[in-house]
């Protein structure tokens, strides 16, 4: 999971699945929040996909804050 900025006007967030490589969640927004975050993955999990693992870019809060399951954060993406 993680957002991407286009300019200072707006950006999306994209959650992935790992197994198939589909995008199973993505949302317009204008500003990175937490919030956004949870609604992507009750999204998910409301058409019931099980998530097993989270692997993000660091963005504070996200580790262990949106579900009961094991995260990896990055501090280094190249």
């Not at 990175?32 to 993000?56: H, M, N, P, W």
């Not at 504070?60 to 094991?70: A, E, F, M």
Request: net charge positive.
């Amino acid at each position: 999971m993680d957002a991407t900025y286009f300019g200072r006007d707006w950006s999306v967030i994209v959650l992935k699945d790992f197994v198939t490589g589909k995008i199973s969640c993505r949302k317009y927004i204008k500003q990175e929040r937490l919030a956004d975050y949870r609604e992507c993955t009750d999204f998910i999990l409301s058409k019931g996909y099980q998530i097993s693992g989270i692997v993000c870019d660091g963005f504070k809060g996200i580790s262990g804050n949106i579900l009961p399951v094991r995260s990896r954060c990055a501090s280094i993406i190249l």
